[in-house]
Each structure stands twice: as structure tokens, then as C-alpha cells.
């Protein structure tokens, strides 16, 4: 949605969408206005309690299968296995998602984890388009004045042009761009705690090759997935920036995170979005 500022005030019930890399303060910020009668819609929430709760299950029981005392427990029916991912731990998502390369450590086959970003992908487009569900039921059904929706990193990268028109309808678009240090520390993050990730099937194509052939490798069950990893996100960072930044002009609005630092309560929350508005990008 575009407004001027009046019109932005007078918005009744505020519905936001962030948008940005994992780590620019989306999450943080959702939770802070959760405090303030702000529904906290997480897209990574919803896409593992609901688009991909079964695969990631099937994922934990293969695992488990494993081990003897495990399999025959789950075989004879004696224990189950449950998901406990909450919206303070989303670690079964990004454990599902999985990481390219050598098997010995952890690694997966080429076509396994293009199976699983793949899946990872349909589930994130499904969880976008039910937002304006979501911000119904946050107003009828909980009560909750505003909603907030606090979208995944790879939403730049879904190629689902419905997802763009459902967002812009239901709500402001902001994305949090990340300033030149801000960017420095989330590549040091990275390389410090290497986790999964969501690429865009052809930008994974291409960056693949260019790593193989750089690294000598023959075969992609030679990659240490975790090397891969910090050598991917530097480049996936820059990918994704003009994404978004063209995604904001179109949609919504952008605030630096230096800007986002600022903000220690709702009431500075909305004073930027107003600052945001006036600037009209």
C-alpha cells in the first residue's frame, strides 16, 4: 500500500510487512510491538507448523531410523515424534532446509536439497498468501488493533508475481536495508555460524559452477557444506539487495537499519514509518 502521511495516521488498523536479509532486526522489531496489541505473523512459523510440518518430520524420523533403539521404538508405535518449533526457535526449518555437500558431514546430494528448496519455496509462497487471512483473523477473532508481518529473507526470490499483488494490497511494505556496516557484521555473522539457506534456483546454478570450478572439485558430495555456505552468502547478500530495493519502490518504503536502531518502543516505530511515508520511498 501507498500514502501520504495524513492518510498513514488515519490508517486505523496497521498492517506492515518487513522486509530484508535474516538478521536486519525483523523478528526483534515484530516481537517488540507483539508487547503493543501488534499481531506478530511469522512466515517462517507458519511455514513449518503448516506447509512443511510433514516433510520435516519425515526428516527427524529418517534420522532416528538410524539408530536401533530408535527404529524399533517408532516401528512398534511406542514413541512418537513431534515438532516444538515456536517463533522464538525455528531451528526444525532451517534444519530441513539443509545444507549443499559431503554427506560425512552433513551434507546433502545435489537432488535432495533441490527437492527441499524447492518445497522450502511452494511453503513460503503459501504462507505469504495467507496473510490476508491472518490479518483477519488477528482483528475478529484475538482483537489485536495493528498486525505485523514479519516475512522470510528469500521472499525477493519466490518468482511468484501473486505473492507481490497479495502484500502490496494488504499491506505497507517496508524493507529494513541494512547499512555498510550492518552488512559487514551480518557477512561476519555468516561466516561465524554458517546455517542454512534459500536460493533462488538459478542463482544456485549459477554460483555452483563458479564454485566447482574454483575449488577444483569434481563432484558436489566433495563440498564442505558449511564452506559453501560462507562462501554463498556474501554473494546472495548483493544478489538480493537490488531485489529488494526494487520490490520497496514499487510496493512500500525503506528505512536503513542505523534508522531501525533508533527505535525503542511502538511510538518510534510509527514515528518512522511517518518519516518513511513523507520521504514516499
Same mark, same amino acid.
Given at each position: ?21 535474516? #538478521? ?5 522489531? $515484530? ?9 506478530? &505473523?511469522? #512466515? %517462517? &512459523?507458519?511455514? #513449518?507448523?503448516?506447509? /512443511? ?20 521404538? /517408532?516401528?512398534?508405535?511406542?514413541? &512418537? ?25 552433513? #551434507? ?11 518445497? *522450502?519455496?511452494?511453503?513460503?509462497? +503459501? ?16 482483537? &489485536?488493533? *495493528? ?10 526470490? /519466490?518468482? %511468484? ?16 536495508? +541494512? ?98 511515508? $513523507?520521504?514516499?520511498?
Amino acid at each position: 500500500m501507498k500514502f501520504n502521511v495524513e492518510e498513514f495516521r488515519s490508517w486505523e488498523h496497521k498492517c506492515i510487512t518487513l522486509l530484508g536479509m535474516s #538478521g536486519v532486526g525483523k523478528t526483534h522489531l $515484530a516481537l517488540m510491538l507483539r508487547e503493543h496489541n501488534w499481531f506478530h &505473523y511469522s #512466515g %517462517d &512459523y507458519r511455514i #513449518g507448523t503448516r506447509y /512443511l510440518d510433514e516433510p520435516i518430520l519425515d526428516n527427524i524420523k529418517q534420522q532416528a531410523m538410524q539408530v536401533p533403539f530408535l527404529k524399533e521404538l /517408532l516401528r512398534s508405535d511406542s514413541i &512418537y515424534i513431534a515438532n516444538n518449533i515456536s517463533v522464538d526457535n525455528l531451528k526444525p526449518v532451517s534444519s530441513f532446509l539443509g545444507k549443499l555437500g559431503d554427506p560425512a558431514q552433513g #551434507g546433502l546430494s545435489f537432488k535432495e536439497f533441490k527437492r527441499r528448496q524447492e518445497l *522450502h519455496r511452494l511453503a513460503e509462497i +503459501a504462507a505469504m498468501k495467507d496473510v490476508p487471512e491472518f490479518i483477519l483473523k488477528a482483528k475478529e477473532l484475538y482483537g &489485536y488493533q *495493528h498486525f505485523v508481518n514479519d516475512a522470510g529473507g528469500s521472499i525477493c526470490d /519466490l518468482d %511468484d508475481p501473486q505473492v507481490s499483488r497479495v502484500l502490496k494490497q494488504h499491506t505497507l511494505i517496508l524493507y529494513i536495508k +541494512a547499512s555498510e556496516q550492518d552488512e559487514k557484521s551480518l557477512i561476519r555473522r555468516a561466516e561465524n555460524c554458517p546455517k542454512p539457506l534459500y536460493y533462488q534456483e538459478s542463482f544456485l546454478d549459477r554460483q555452483l559452477d563458479i564454485y566447482m570450478k574454483k575449488k577444483n572439485l569434481p563432484f558436489v558430495a566433495m563440498i564442505d557444506p558449511d564452506e559453501f555456505v560462507r562462501w554463498m552468502f556474501p554473494k546472495l547478500l548483493h544478489s538480493r539487495q537490488p531485489l529488494y530495493q526494487a520490490f520497496a519502490e514499487e510496493y512500500g518504503y525503506t528505512v536503513t537499519t542505523d534508522e531501525l536502531a533508533t527505535v525503542r518502543e511502538e511510538a518510534d516505530f510509527v514515528r518512522l514509518l511517518e518519516q518513511a511515508v $513523507a520521504r514516499g520511498s
